[in-house]
């Protein structure tokens, strides 16, 4: 059999890489002026430079080693741009990032076998009857695109720098899984698991990243959490067999969220580096243009009408109504719709409406810093509607009775009117570690502190005149933190054991 490195040219290929152009140009404009105090500027230009052909590759792939290739050059790199800073907190997180890419390139890798079976390794060219190959392929884009129960590195790649934050969460690295599976949609109908699994990913996704959201107070933890979001809303929109939609909202999702992170990194520039929207109230007034085009990105979050996400996300809440998809589906993304409106009102009244937080500015008077913003603004307020007009297949016709269209109305308003009224800022351990999704990665110790911080104070009660000593608990405690703690290569074979038990007893459960 041939192996070939075949690319595709088609529609889909080529108006995605303008889009990733598009915004790789705004992205280092802005990266000239951001990074130009660091010693090692241009390496950091050229590993960017490598992300963004990496992605490029990915692309116009068309057969599994150039997929492959592409797909292992993002990891590669993302993991280079996320440790850039060397901190402990960018060494967490870029070992996260890469642990959990790593189950995606072993599922493609493990893929090549059943390709081997058909005799081609080309995605380009699959067939129903191939069921398992694209149930894997789909799991390995869902980890790759961040998806339950893969998100947690997401918001962790937070501790990249700003210009990587805002490729890497608009249009390359989280999108290359929603890419491979529009590459799979349009070739055929996706079988009944594969939809019900993005169907569920998508929803849950979509809530988790909206609720999570709600009770952060960093300002790129936030956007980093809202990409979650919408992610969610394109693989739950893949879910339904819109395919169009889901590449549609991936172009007007990409346009919006990498000039809402320059945006946030024009207002890290001028405040010093304070990422806390508790200490950012009132930085309009000294940033009126960086502001107004915040604004603009966060209503393209809600969907607000005649921006650019209106034309897609509103119209992939509208099918969902009219594709008789399951109750508890539809009641999942209406909540995350809510909490979407929620974090973005609870932001704008933090940065936009509340008392000055700081008394010096060092506002950055530089084109470098506005042009990119101010085109990716354009893009922000007309890129949906100049994407429909262009491809008619963008555009859809759906009659809903109006007690449902008015519902998506009802429950937007809503979500801004509490975030508006919220008082407070408490925080949440499970929705910080998105459910005890991040120790399943890193930091697994956090799991049982809580338990550990409980159980001492026991000690000054009814305990303490006992026999039971609390340290036996405490080592017990310990010692189970260090078995399934990573890395810790004396725990490999334990861990290796108990992940095959699991594994054993689920396949016998379900087969």
């Not at 660091?38 to 963004?52: E, G, K, N, S, T």
């Not at 996706?190 to 169907?199: A, E, G, I």
């Amino acid at each position: 059999m041939s192996f070939s490195f075949m690319v595709i040219l088609d529609k889909v290929s080529l108006s995605f890489g303008a889009v990733v152009t598009l915004i790789s140009a705004c992205v280092f404009t802005f990266a000239c002026k951001y990074m130009e105090e660091d010693i090692f500027f241009y390496r950091f230009i050229w590993i960017l430079a490598a992300f963004v052909i990496s992605m490029s590759l990915l692309i116009f792939s068309g057969s599994v080693f150039f997929l492959l290739l592409g797909w292992d050059g993002l990891g590669i790199t993302s993991f280079a741009l996320i440790i850039y800073y060397q901190s402990f907190e960018s060494l967490s997180a870029g070992f996260q990032t890469l642990m959990a890419n790593r189950i995606g390139d072993s599922l493609i890798v493990s893929s090549m076998f059943l390709f081997v079976l058909q005799g081609q390794f080309s995605f380009a060219s699959l067939w129903p009857t191939m069921g398992v190959l694209i149930l894997l392929l789909s799991v390995a884009a869902l980890t790759k695109s961040a998806q339950f129960p893969f998100s947690s590195w997401l918001p962790a790649a937070m501790a990249a720098p700003t210009p990587v934050s805002a490729l890497v969460h608009s249009s390359t690295l989280v999108t290359a899984g929603i890419f491979l599976i529009i590459r799979l949609s349009y070739n055929m109908p996706l079988s009944d698991s594969v939809t019900s699994l993005l169907l569920l990913c998508g929803a849950v996704t979509c809530l988790l990243g909206g609720w999570a959201a709600t009770f952060e107070n960093d300002i790129k933890k936030i956007i980093a959490l809202s990409t979650l979001s919408q992610l969610g809303v394109m693989v739950f929109s893949l879910g339904l067999g819109s395919a169009t939609l889901a590449l549609f909202h991936l172009y007007t999702h990409a346009l919006f969220k990498a000039l809402l992170f320059l945006a946030a990194g024009a207002i890290l520039l001028a405040s010093f580096g304070a990422q806390d929207i508790r200490l950012l109230g009132s930085i309009g007034l000294c940033m009126p243009l960086t502001v107004v085009l915040f604004n603009v990105s966060s209503l393209c979050l809600v969907g607000a009408p005649f921006l650019s996400a209106f034309y897609s996300k509103h119209l992939i809440l509208e099918v969902m109504f009219k594709s008789g998809v399951n109750l508890f589906s539809i009641f999942l993304m209406l909540v995350a719709t809510m909490m979407t409106a929620k974090y973005v009102a609870r932001s704008l009244k933090a940065l936009v409406w509340s008392k000055p937080g700081m008394s010096g500015l060092s506002l950055p008077e530089s084109f470098l810093v506005y042009l990119p913003m101010v085109v990716l603004g354009l893009g922000g307020l007309m890129g949906g509607k100049l994407l429909a007009s262009i491809d008619i297949s963008n555009m859809e016709v759906v009659l809903l009775p109006q007690m449902l269209g008015g519902l998506i109305n009802f429950v937007t308003m809503m979500g801004i009117f509490l975030g508006l009224i919220v008082i407070g800022t408490r925080r949440s351990f499970l929705l910080s570690t998105l459910f005890f999704l991040t120790p399943a990665f890193s930091l697994s110790g956090k799991v049982l502190s809580p338990f550990c911080r409980n159980l001492s104070a026991l000690d000054y009660g009814w305990i303490e005149p006992g026999s039971i000593k609390l340290n036996y608990v405490l080592t017990l405690s310990k010692q189970l933190s260090v078995i399934f703690m990573w890395p810790n290569s004396q725990a490999t074979l334990t861990r290796s054991l108990v992940s095959l038990l699991v594994l054993i007893i689920v396949y016998s459960s379900v087969f």
